[in-house]
């Protein structure tokens, strides 16, 4: 799991990759989506000044790097979880089963689809508190169906942006 920067020649290879969004590589989905430059330029910085590469007058501490998925002790928890990796044919009522010693309603599960209205396979779960939520997050790599589903800490704004762009 990682991100990575493209920069194309064209706005044709631009919009060919966004085409690309959610689709997978190998047996991972892959998401795409535009950046700012500088998004681009300060990903490098940060990974030029962390690695001592190019930077000889750099002698400071390096500067932290940006938290990655796999760094869920560290994340700060909200009583929001994001679910990834979910089978496509999920429902509320498969998600709420998953959940079991947990007290879910089915209007604070919020499962993730493209705007053609498929699913991506993901789903974004409020629980009553931060500790529900880290308790919950007891579950991250079991399965639903065939697919073992992995938990985030996740945000409300990251929730409304991804039902955002199911309505897109």
Do not use: W
């Amino acid at each position: 799991m990682g991100e990575a920067f493209v920069v194309f020649a064209g706005s044709v290879q631009v919009e060919f990759a966004l085409q690309r969004d959610r689709q997978n590589m190998g047996r991972r989905y892959v998401e795409v989506f535009r950046c700012k430059r500088q998004d681009y330029y300060n990903a490098i910085a940060a990974e030029v000044n962390y690695e001592g590469i190019y930077d000889n007058d750099y002698h400071g501490s390096p500067p932290p790097r940006q938290k990655r998925f796999s760094d869920k002790d560290q994340m700060e928890y909200t009583e929001i979880l994001k679910l990834r990796g979910l089978p496509f044919s999920v429902k509320k009522s498969d998600i709420i089963e998953f959940f079991g010693e947990f007290d879910l309603a089915e209007d604070r599960i919020h499962i993730a689809s493209r705007p053609d209205g498929k699913a991506t396979g993901e789903a974004y779960v409020e629980f009553a508190s931060e500790e529900e939520a880290k308790r919950a997050m007891s579950k991250d790599k079991m399965t639903i169906g065939s697919r073992y589903v992995e938990l985030f800490p996740s945000t409300s704004n990251e929730a409304r942006r991804a039902e955002s762009r199911s309505r897109q």
